[in-house]
T-cell receptor
Framework: DTGVSQNPRHKITKRGQNVTFRCDPI?????LYWYRQTLGQGPEFLTY????????KSRLLSDRFSAERPKGSFSTLEIQRTEQGDSAMYLC?????????FGPGTRLTVL | AQSVAQPEDQVNVAEGNPLTVKCTYS??????LFWYVQYPNRGLQFLLK??????LVKGSYGFEAEFNKSQTSFHLKKPSALVSDSALYFC??????????????FGRGTSLIVHP
């Protein structure tokens, strides 16, 4: 399968723990995006990479959130000191010039 | 700034009937417009896009959308709905103006329910 993959698909953690998610984009895509989606809402932008450079971050992204794309290929999203309000689906997407291709998402539940 | 509105939280249609899911947008320049579909517990799946050219865009699974610049709309349509079309539909817009963002803005989504 040459689509966007995300791991893990599900993560349950206790409040205060750190979690890390991984996204593997389509190999020829230079743009990579992270979104958060909660029930009944559209994807909410978190951050954007072009190659290895993080070009935009949402103002809604607290300093507990950090993302990397060290070699311009896969990306990781880390949430430190998780809170119950972080419970959501975290989506990764990649693109070249046009439409985005989304991964299946990582569903985070913070207890 | 760019924004998109999907005025209907839910659309109900009988199988075999035509369906329309509405989307309006706001951009400072010309828009890139997209429709995506999301099935339960899945990521978003691209359906179709408008960049330039014909106002009627055809996409996957028999869906089409009509770009109307004067009404700033990009409604999704299908002539004959299937029960399997039941899903969440998202409209998205990106501003093509110079200096515009590469990040699309998504609507809140419209739940399409097709009744047998």
């Amino acid at each position: 399968d040459t689509g966007v993959s995300q791991n893990p698909r599900h993560k349950i953690t206790k409040r205060g723990q750190n979690v890390t998610f991984r996204c593997d984009p389509i190999s020829e895509h230079n743009r990579l995006y992270w979104y958060r989606q909660t029930l009944g809402q559209g994807p909410e932008f978190l951050t954007y990479f072009q190659n290895e450079a993080q070009l935009e971050k949402s103002r809604l992204l607290s300093d507990r959130f950090s993302a990397e794309r060290p070699k311009g290929s896969f990306s990781t999203l880390e949430i430190q000191r998780t809170e119950q309000g972080d419970s959501a689906m975290y989506l990764c997407a990649s693109s070249s010039e046009g439409e985005q291709f989304f991964g299946p998402g990582t569903r985070l539940t913070v207890l | 700034a760019q924004s998109v509105a999907q005025p209907e939280d839910q659309v109900n249609v009988a199988e075999g009937n035509p369906l329309t899911v509405k989307c309006t947008y706001s951009v400072s320049g010309n828009p890139y417009l997209f429709w995506y579909v999301q099935y339960p517990n899945r990521g978003l799946q691209f359906l179709l896009k408008y960049i330039t050219g014909d106002n009627l865009v055809k996409g996957s699974y028999g869906f089409e959308a009509e770009f109307n610049k004067s009404q700033t709309s990009f409604h999704l349509k299908k002539p004959s709905a299937l029960v399997s079309d039941s899903a969440l539909y998202f409209c998205a817009v990106r501003d093509r103006a110079k200096g515009g963002s590469y990040i699309p803005t998504f609507g809140r989504g419209t739940s399409l329910i097709v009744h047998p």
